[in-house]
């Protein structure tokens, strides 16, 4: 994410003594609901995950209300991007929950035998969820969904920043969820510190870079695992495009990655192009004309959060030298909040706009002599969350996959990755760690608990001292898997 974004963002201010009492009790209370057992149970798990679903379909239009009012979503994009992908991701989770939980066989060594080996998913117990306002139903509800899937208790504190949308959280979750195992707060950064002065079994934050600085340093008091979905530049690479139809779907999907996603408040869209400079016009020209007519209605991409990340975005073009390297847009209108998507042709790539998450509606685009050496500036940058190619080079793409490092790789399309349940989401390095979505967010609130089953059947003392040299090359038989020639020694015809 942007810097600046996410819970606890600014200085907090002390927590009121009774702030602290309360959330303290809350968390109390939740570890006793958990200790209890009850959100271990299937049946449990498989309610609540059928409550989110109602949550969503019986409040479709509040819920387009609110993320107008906190961003100026379109219906079309809050159904998109966060209500309808939300109803096929807890579905699939619904439909895979009971193989999900089932112990899987683990190998057992055949010197154990008779024995059992399996890798049992236990949930990890009361977890805490800080969530986004770029997606601020999708990026509070999926993760919630994967905890409750896992079997635990938890806390969701959504973003501050998009008030309506969590004010609808708040409202409606304890209608529809166990209200005595699934808590919502409210509040802003001074909430979020005090929630991470105590002890959780998880900590899901999606944010910005520094305040996760902030929630693994606090995390470290209690020894609590954390998992951070964060931002970065994420790099687009086009190259040559032959086919007339190829470059117009390449442009097709490039705008809807940009600006038709939040306005390009999202961690995962295009924050800038890579191409040669002899496709640069052509594409510049294309992704003109496209937006013309993509954009053409009012109201057909979103607005920017607030006047401070206006502020932040307008400064980028108070650059002189990267304002004379606007090609098209430009436009701002700070009462409405509204940016003109806006393309750049190579502003300095030691520029504010080249060195931090954009994250809004403008778009570099760098020129490369040949598309090849994209790779040596991504290699030169820190680790994205995904990396885009729209290419029909196999050998770039191979490239591409071996000699880079990312969250993601996708060609010829973008964001979609992010509606896969069959694959993880997350980032790498500067980007985060931990992934979830489908199975994975299961996995992220689960521990894979390792069990091993023997019987008093058989016993070998050359495991035991007093120690000599036939009871360690016993143990070489052992270790070498060589069960022939340990049978033969222990017969006593082999030494």
């Known amino acids: 994410m942007a810097p600046g974004l996410g819970a606890m963002e600014e200085k907090p201010a002390a927590a009121t003594k009774h702030t602290t009492i309360c959330l303290g009790s809350m968390a109390s209370g939740l570890r006793e609901v958990y200790e209890s057992g009850r959100t271990k149970d299937m049946e449990w798990r498989q309610s609540q ?26 219906r079309g994009e809050a159904f998109r991007d966060e209500l309808g992908i939300l109803v096929k991701s807890i579905k699939y989770t619904l439909q895979n929950l009971k193989k999900w939980m089932a112990p899987e ?20 117990g009361v977890v805490l969820i800080f969530s986004c306002w770029n997606l601020p139903l999708g990026l509070a509800l999926e993760p919630l969904s994967g905890a409750l899937a896992a079997g635990n208790a938890i806390v969701l504190k959504p973003s501050e920043l998009a008030p309506a949308t969590a004010a609808f959280l708040a409202a409606n979750i304890p209608k529809y969820l166990d209200s005595s195992a699934v808590k919502v707060v409210l509040g802003g950064p001074n909430v979020g510190e005090e929630l991470m002065e105590h002890r959780w079994d998880k900590v899901l934050f999606t944010g910005s870079a520094r305040v996760g600085r902030i929630i693994m340093t606090k995390a470290a008091k209690h020894l609590t695992p954390v998992a951070l979905e964060l931002g970065s530049k994420c790099p687009c690479i086009v190259d040559w495009l032959d086919g007339k139809r190829d470059r117009q779907i390449a442009v097709n999907r490039i705008i809807g990655a940009k600006w038709s996603t939040c306005a390009g408040q999202a961690c995962i869209a295009i924050d800038h192009i890579l191409v040669e400079e002899k496709f640069a016009p052509i594409l510049i020209e294309l992704l003109k004309s496209t937006l013309k007519r993509f954009m053409a209605e009012p109201g057909g991409m979103a607005r920017i959060l607030n006047e ?9 073009l108070e650059d002189s030298n990267v304002a004379s390297s ?30 931090e998450e954009i994250f809004g509606p403008l778009l570099p685009i760098i020129t490369v002599k040949k598309i090849e050496d994209s790779i040596a500036f991504l290699k030169s940058k820190p680790k994205p969350l995904a990396i885009y190619a729209f290419t029909t080079n196999e ?14 790789v996708t060609f010829n399309d973008a964001v979609v990755q992010y509606a896969l349940e069959s694959v993880p989401f997350g980032g790498v390095g500067h980007s985060g760690f ?22 008093f059947l058989i016993e070998f003392m050359f495991r035991y001292p007093p120690w000599d040299d036939s009871k360690i090359g016993t143990l070489r038989h ?7 020639l340990l049978f033969l020694n222990l017969l006593g015809l082999r030494r």
């Open 49 to 74: 995950l059928r409550g989110l679903i109602s949550l969503l379909t019986d409040n479709e239009e509040e819920i387009f209300d609110v993320l107008h009012e906190d961003l100026g979503k379109h």
């Open 105 to 124: 066989k683990a190998e057992a060594p055949l010197v154990a035998f008779p024995a059992t080996a399996m890798v049992v998913p236990e949930p990890l």
């Open 308 to 316: 401070k990340h206006f502020q932040r975005l307008s400064a980028y």
């Open 326 to 355: 606007v090609v098209h847009g430009g436009y701002m209108d700070r009462k409405t909040l509204r940016i003109e998507p806006t393309i750049l042709l190579n502003p300095p790539v030691d520029s504010d706009i080249m060195t």
């Open 395 to 408: 050998s770039l793409k191979r490239r591409i996959v071996e000699e880079t490092s990312s969250g993601s």
């Open 434 to 455: 931990g992934q979830y979505h489908g199975k994975y967010s299961f996995e992220l609130f689960s521990n894979k608990k390792a069990v091993f089953k023997r019987s």
């Open 478 to 484: 052992v270790y070498n898997y060589s069960y022939i």
